[in-house]
């Protein structure tokens, strides 16, 4: 990797880069180590200042108390009960209508991937009430299919993206594999779907880190509290433990454990699904 | 279907194969329909709505435009929290030069380039929930980690930060800068990386200083990303949610409360859900715009292709 650092500018601007590239970090850095610092703390510790980074003795009380009495595990399989399906359902979806809108002829097929594209310029915010109204008037209000249905049928954004995969495939494969005698449905379970996997991680990752994060949605739609995501339970601990930095870190802790450790595995693919974005100009 | 294909020339050319448009359509139709049922269907919808009052229990009461005319001149509150919006939207080219300088500083080839980027993504994308929280405990005016440093430097009395209304909305700015920076700098380092190397060096050769060359190379070469950014970021600002109603709930005196926060209260705490689709329009149109502006401008300072 070494020869591959390309050094630039004289000493000055580099050490100003250095600088501020340090000073950055130290700034990134410190409101997380405020966090873990104060969760490990016993609850005499915590008002202690001046500020002591370290803890006198080490407790992790507060993780207990935010699992137990937080009911955060219970969050967490609200949550996968909403992200699985709906990230699941929405990579196939888009995958199909990627797949066809890049490599098969119908009439309005520009027209149709025209007006897909218009919906990701609607804020969503116009359709937020009539579609509540239309939950409730099916009795879908305090369940999880309102968070579940219209991710899976396909979202425009991953539509794209996926579109944008397959165009990229060679069209002689897919030749191929139709003169072989393969119907459409078996050149893209075959042939195309498997080649998608690069394309496929991004979308699931970004799909589960919007479903894990999500907060509005299940905030206009659950309303039992044992129904509740993992972000509508730690804010809702800032009522209940408002008085109790501690309980309240240890839960903020636990509830980007699991984004942290997926972002340390497949950093990659977090990347590239933000410069993807970017490079749609 | 295949075997009626020429052998000399590709099926493809003959233009759609008979059975391979209804698959098409088939593949096609999960997020047509999501499109219709959940899209266009409701937008048709919110703007009946938004002429009318509608608190879901009983059917909704045609007013005309009575919402809109109320939006615009009787509210006080509407008044109150676009121009809070507004305020919030000045963080927009902050957090941008924030992101760029990153950008400037890692694309050096700077030792540790590798984990610094890690780092400055990290926050975007972690839940703006648990953030908040956290930020909270940081802007906490007696025992956060702000107050405390400011205290050690010698500020005997810190401000505090989401107590006052003057203090709270510079607050949650900082805050979304620290959100956001690292997704951006990404999208930046990305565009850097694009600029024609011997551009640069035929501008060195020509004794261009650092900023010459930033100002008349780099800049234009990314120049679309930095659209982007602006774009999107516009649109986020004015969306912001999540991290007010979780510090703050609009507070004090609801000097932070956004736009987006009052749409949420108007139509899902005080169920004025007409009010609130007529609220949504109008936040639409004030994108629409500032993003039509936007395209405006950029033909004077972004370079295509």
């Known amino acids: 990797m070494a020869e591959r650092r390309r050094r630039r500018g004289g000493l000055a601007p580099r050490l100003a880069a250095y600088a501020l590239v340090w000073a950055g970090a130290l700034l990134v850095l410190a409101p997380f180590a405020f966090l873990v610092s104060t969760s490990l703390k016993a609850p005499a510790e915590v008002y202690e200042r001046p500020l002591r980074w370290l803890p006198r003795s080490l407790t992790l009380d507060n993780y207990r108390r935010a699992l137990t009495q937080v009911e955060l595990w219970r969050g967490t399989l609200n949550t996968l009960c909403i992200a699985v399906p709906s990230t699941a359902g929405g990579l196939l979806a888009s995958s199909f209508a990627g797949y066809a809108f890049a490599k098969m002829k119908f009439p309005g097929r520009d027209a149709l991937f025209a007006a897909l594209l218009a919906t990701m310029m609607l804020p969503g915010v116009v359709t937020l009430v009539p579609q509540f109204a239309m939950f409730a008037s099916i009795g879908w209000v305090d369940t999880y299919y309102p968070l579940v249905v219209p991710g899976s049928l396909g979202a425009a954004f991953a539509v794209f993206m996926m579109r944008q995969f397959f165009a990229g495939l060679p069209d002689a494969l897919i ?67 408002g008085g109790e930095p501690a309980v309240l870190m240890a839960a903020s802790a636990l509830a980007l454990l699991p984004l942290v450790v997926l972002f340390a595995c497949a950093e990659r693919y977090f990347v590239e699904g933000v410069a993807g974005t970017g490079m749609k100009h | 279907m295949t075997a009626a294909a020429p052998r000399a020339r590709p099926a493809r050319t003959r233009g759609a194969r008979r059975g391979e448009r209804w698959w098409a359509y088939a593949f096609v139709a999960p997020p047509i329909v999501g499109f219709l049922v959940f899209g266009l269907w409701p937008m048709a919808a919110s ?101 405390d440093a400011l205290r050690s430097l010698g500020v005997a009395r810190p401000p505090r930060w989401l107590e006052e209304p003057r203090w709270v909305k510079p607050a949650l700015v900082a805050m979304g800068i620290w959100a956001t920076a690292g997704q951006n700098m990404v999208l930046f380092l990305a565009a850097l990386q694009g600029v024609p190397r011997h551009l640069l060096e035929a501008a060195e050769l020509d004794g261009a200083s650092a900023w010459q060359r930033f100002r008349h190379v780099t800049f234009p070469a990314i120049s679309p990303t930095t659209f982007f950014v602006a774009v999107t970021g516009v649109i986020g600002a004015m969306q912001n949610f999540d991290q007010v109603y979780v510090m703050t709930r609009g507070g004090p005196e609801y000097a932070s409360a956004t736009y987006m926060l009052y749409l949420y209260q108007s139509g899902f705490q005080y169920y004025r859900m007409g009010y609130a689709s007529a609220m949504a329009w109008a936040l639409a149109a004030a994108t629409a715009l500032f993003t039509w502006l936007q395209f405006r401008a950029s033909r004077r300072w972004v370079r295509h292709g």
């Open chain 2, 47 to 147: 703007l009946y709505l938004s002429l009318t009052r509608y608190d879901v229990l009983t059917p909704p009461r045609w007013v005309g435009l009575d919402n809109y005319a109320r939006l615009f001149t009787r509210d006080p509150f509407v008044a109150k929290t676009a121009w809070n919006t507004l305020a919030y939207l000045a963080g927009v080219p902050l957090g941008m030069a924030t992101s760029l300088a990153l950008a400037l500083a890692l694309n050096q080839g700077l030792r540790g380039e590798r984990p610094l980027r890690w780092l400055f993504f990290l926050p975007s994308i972690c839940s703006l929930v648990a953030l908040s929280l956290v930020w909270g405990w940081v802007y906490h005016a007696d025992y956060g980690l702000l107050n």
């Open chain 1, 175 to 241: 030749e191929a594999a139709a003169l072989d005698g393969a119907s459409p449905l078996q050149t893209f379970t075959r042939v195309a779907f498997p080649l998608a996997k690069p394309a496929l991680w991004t979308l699931a990752v970004f799909g589960f880190r919007g479903a894990w994060n999500d907060y509005f949605g299940p905030l206009v739609y659950l309303s039992t509290p044992s129904k509740f995501n993992v972000q509508q339970m730690i804010a809702a601990t800032q009522n209940a433990y």
